[in-house]
Nanobody, 125 residues
Framework: QGQLVESGGGLVQAGGSMRLSCTAS????????KYWFRQAPGKEREFVAG????????SYADSVKGRFTISRDNAKNTVLLQMNSLKPEDTAIYYC??????????????????WGQGTQVTVSS
């Protein structure tokens, strides 16, 4: 079974930027839609951003629109999340995910087929 491995998390001050990266171990995942979800302490996991197989479709949670950008490089089997103008409420564990089909309903429900182990993002005020 393939794996998704996130990197790039850490501590940043409010207003700063951070870029998360997710690399898949299997070439199969280059055919999958890719997502970022996050889960803050005491809260349910929520959808952050998604990108379809050939980047023709992208979606964002309202809370990150205009601040976060998702992109992918299928040749490198990598998906990126560029986060700008970070706020303390962006503090969470961020998870990379992959699904065979692009499905906005599953996005809203916080569902996906495969998950990374997560990377902590902490935004200080």
């Amino acid at each position: 079974q393939g794996q998704l491995v996130e990197s790039g998390g850490g501590l940043v001050q409010a207003g700063g930027s951070m870029r998360l990266s997710c690399t898949a171990s299997e070439r199969t995942f280059s055919d999958y839609a890719k997502y970022w979800f996050r889960q803050a302490p005491g809260k349910e996991r929520e959808f952050v951003a998604g990108i379809s197989r050939f980047s023709s479709q992208r979606s964002y949670a309202d809370s990150v629109k205009g601040r976060f950008t998702i992109s992918r490089d299928n040749a490198k089997n990598t998906v990126l999340l560029q986060m700008n103008s970070l706020k303390p409420e962006d503090t969470a564990i961020y998870y990379c995910a992959a699904s065979k089909m692009w499905d906005t309903n599953r996005q809203r429900r916080g569902e996906s087929d495969y998950w990374g182990q997560g990377t902590q993002v902490t935004v200080s005020s």
